[in-house]
């Protein structure tokens, strides 16, 4: 199986911050990778598919880059909505398989 | 606009069965597999397995195998997810979600396992 470690596990930050959370994994993936947005009490929300491309309707502060087994996530300028807990997702091969996500709290 | 209505919240004793139901709408149903996701209180997202809506192959998580069954009825767009031999820590909410990568999801169904 590919194991997917995401990290930090948790951050602290400001509103307008830029934060990176990064994903590796423990084999090549090509660009098989989404992250995903989930807050307290609701589904997860698609972000990015495809290593780096922004999901429908999604807020362009949010970008995706990486590769192969390093993937990150950014966040230009955090607004009052992003915090909340984000996972990649890593679907190049069976079984699929989540990080184990990251908790963006405010400072 | 696309739509994956799950059933209601289920309790049940270790031991016991529980069959979760998807339904979708707004779209072609056979067009878009359906992965199930588990996510335990206060956990991580877990991947269970996926559907194809269109010839009914499966592929299930190792650690599920032999214990869950997933389904579709195309003729009600419809998506099951049946797990068997309950343990408590198979207490979790659980979404149905459409597409690789999943784009749109269920509003979750929560199985509490308790005797």
């Known amino acids: 199986d590919i194991q997917m470690t995401q990290s930090p596990s948790s951050l602290s930050a400001s509103v307008g911050d830029r934060v990176t959370i990064t994903c590796r994994a423990s084999?090549?993936?090509?660009?098989?990778l989404g992250w995903y947005q989930q807050k307290p009490e609701k589904a997860p929300k698609l972000l990015i598919y495809?290593?780096?491309s922004l999901q429908s309707g999604v807020p362009s502060r949010f970008s995706g880059s990486g590769s192969g087994t390093e993937f990150t996530l950014t966040i230009s300028s955090l607004l009052p909505e992003d915090f909340a807990t984000y996972y990649c997702l890593q679907y190049n091969s069976y079984p699929w398989t989540f990080g184990q996500g990251t908790t963006v709290e405010i400072k | 606009q696309v739509q994956l209505v799950q059933s209601g919240s289920e309790v049940k004793e270790p031991g016991a069965s529980v069959k979760v139901s998807c339904k979708a709408s707004g779209y072609t149903f056979t067009n878009y597999g359906i992965s199930w996701v588990r996510q335990a209180p206060g956990q991580g997202l877990e991947w269970m397995g996926w559907v194809s809506t269109y010839s009914g192959n499966t592929y299930y998580a190792q650690n599920l195998q032999g214990r869950v069954t997933m389904t579709t009825d195309t003729s009600t767009s419809t998506a099951y997810m049946e797990l068997r031999s309950l343990r408590s820590d198979d207490t979790a909410v659980y979404y149905c979600a459409r597409r690789v990568p999943s784009d749109y999801w269920g509003q979750g169904t929560l199985v509490t396992v308790s005797s």
């Open positions: 495809a290593a780096s």
């Open positions: 084999q090549g993936i090509r660009n098989d």
